[in-house]
């Protein structure tokens, strides 16, 4: 009989601008994470019984040079790479460790040190990961390089001509991002903009300004887990949260059907959600607060109809009603989502999942979501795969 897996710990550092912090290397980003779950869980590394490490950007077993830093045990170090849904990722393999019992107590930690500017490939002497993807596309729609603001662009212009979305709804979803951050320490950015500022920032690939796309960025996130047994022998019952749910996918035939918003994912994230809501017996309607991954704005509406939050073609009406910001239905990203709190790859779901443990706990601070039971998360790398996790307050 599968174990029950708890989140017992988090921490994250603050997500910086790539080399703003100097000789901030990612054994540091990676011990201030770490020793901050830990301290959040009150055990010490020895205790841990499995690691896993994700970045993207990196050279083969920084995941061992990184956790070395909190302590040399001789224990597995399972080094991840998943695009941008790394650190979702390192979370749920942790989870498996846990539900299977091979490890009572599992660590998960992610971090990315980043170049600046638009992502871009590292070897360059064979075969892309991505190459169907982008002949997909550029079957239906420019071929424009960078390619990732092409891509989700691309697919929220498909939305717009199909359902008659428009610009200024894609720019409410960055105001909404950027003005979420403000209260958020750890986000790289925290400034306020107006709607107005948001459309008129520069056009970076039309809908999309500037202000509706993630930046790059350095910084880390780590959450420790843990089954039942150790949670009630640490007394942790208090802070504990438990994964009620939790998927992975990986493309579909759908991918390739010729749609932009497939070719991005939203298949992807559509299967992944519907796997969770039968494991944990919840629905949309259940949860009060989402961290959900909104590289660019298009995307975060995209995957409003992707989990169901409205019928596919409503997000538009969605962000009109203000149905995912305080006073509305859900609050999507009150950590100011990947737009403004920023997007360090490997460690952005290990920082979700922080957001969402802090507000289940209701230690959320200014953000905090009034009476939250229940949380989603959502988080997707091109190439692909996509996480999807719930999670609720222990019940002890």
């Not at 998943?82 to 107590?105: H, I």
């Not at 994964?243 to 299967?271: C, E, H, L, P, W």
Request: proline share 4%.
């Amino acid at each position: 009989m599968a174990k029950k897996a708890y989140v017992v710990g988090v921490g994250m550092t603050k997500f910086e601008k790539p080399g703003r912090r100097e000789g901030w290397d990612y054994p540091e980003m990676a011990k201030e994470s770490g020793t901050s779950a830990l301290a959040d869980a009150g055990i010490a590394y020895d205790e841990v019984e499995q690691a896993y490490v994700g970045y993207v950007y990196g050279e083969s077993t920084s995941g061992q040079r990184a956790v070395y830093e909190l302590g040399l045990t001789g224990i597995p170090v399972v080094n991840v790479n998943n695009n941008c849904s790394t650190g979702s990722t390192a979370l749920y393999l942790a989870a498996q460790a846990v539900r299977s019992g091979q490890a009572r107590c599992a660590l998960a930690l992610g971090f990315e040190k980043m170049k600046p500017g638009s992502l871009g490939s590292t070897f360059d002497d064979r075969e892309q990961p991505m190459a169907h993807h982008l002949q997909a596309l550029a079957e239906i729609s420019e071929v424009l390089f960078p390619p990732a603001p092409w891509m989700f662009g691309a697919a929220g212009r498909e939305h717009m001509k199909a359902h008659g979305t428009t610009a200024e709804q894609f720019a409410k979803i960055g105001e909404k991002n950027h003005r979420h951050s403000a209260n958020n320490p750890y986000a790289q950015f925290q400034d306020v903009y107006s709607l107005e500022e948001v459309l008129g920032s520069r056009m970076i690939y039309e809908p999309l300004t500037k202000l509706q796309c993630s930046p790059t960025s350095d910084g880390s996130g780590a959450a420790v887990l843990a089954d039942e047994d150790f949670v009630d022998e640490h007394g942790l019952a208090g802070q504990a949260v438990e994964i009620v749910g939790q998927a992975m996918t990986t493309d579909f035939r759908s991918t390739f059907d010729g749609s932009a918003k497939n070719i991005v994912g939203y298949d992807m994230s559509r299967q992944a959600a519907l796997e969770v809501y039968g494991q944990s017996g919840l629905g949309p309607e259940d949860f009060q607060v989402i961290e959900l991954h909104d590289c660019f704005s298009a995307n975060e509406l995209l995957t409003y109809e992707a989990l169901g939050l409205c019928a596919e073609g409503e997000g538009g009406k969605l962000v009109d009603d203000n149905e995912t910001t305080y006073g509305g239905r859900w609050v999507v990203n009150p950590s100011g989502g990947l737009i403004s709190k920023g997007h360090p790859l490997g460690a952005t779901g290990l920082a979700q999942c922080a957001e969402l443990s802090w507000q289940l706990r209701g230690s959320a601070g200014e953000r905090q979501v009034g009476d939250v039971t229940a949380a989603l998360q959502h988080n997707i790398g091109l190439g692909g795969a996509a996480v999807v996790t719930a999670y609720q307050r222990a019940e002890r």
